[in-house]
């Protein structure tokens, strides 16, 4: 299962966890890219389907799941979706501490020769190394938690439930 830490889905976001998480290209071969919910025999199981329509159906899930105002979950998604390949034309990578997309290399941490990460943002990494090298997982969800709570307008217990399974499918933080 390691071999899949950190792999999401391209479409939806759902982390690909497991072999029966992905989805199938036309030869039978595993995807790389998406998950078994949109993606089967090389083809999105919903062509059609728009990002705003994917954040509807995202946002409905996250606004039961987690106690988010429907408009605030709706909002959340469409802006996570906004960044995968199906619906950005590209991979945009993502920080691999917080999760924040590296849209703009302005937006990538430092390396110690001064050259920009491939994996972690600027306000994780400078001069590679970890801004807080001590910070743990649990202390990540205490940080990031209260901020969650307040843009999504989400109990802060909720929201240290969905920070923290986020965190634990991003390379920094995995066990």
Known sequence: MEEHAGRSCQS???PMQSEADFGTEAD?????DYCTYCYQNGAFTEPEITLDAMAEKGGA?????????LEKAR???KEQLSSLKRWSGREVPSCGS???PLAQDEDAG???DGSRSAHYCIYCYRDGAFTEPGLT???????????????LEMPLERAREM???YLSTLPRWQE
């Open 12 to 14: 939806c976001g759902m």
């Open 28 to 32: 039978g071969t595993r995807s790389n």
């Open 61 to 69: 899930i996250f606004a039961q799941m987690y106690d988010i105002p």
């Open 75 to 77: 909002e959340f998604c």
């Open 98 to 100: 917080c999760g924040m």
């Open 110 to 112: 430092t390396e110690a």
């Open 137 to 151: 997982k649990d202390g990540a969800v205490e940080k990031y938690a209260p901020m969650m709570a307040a843009h």
């Open 163 to 165: 920070v923290g399974y």
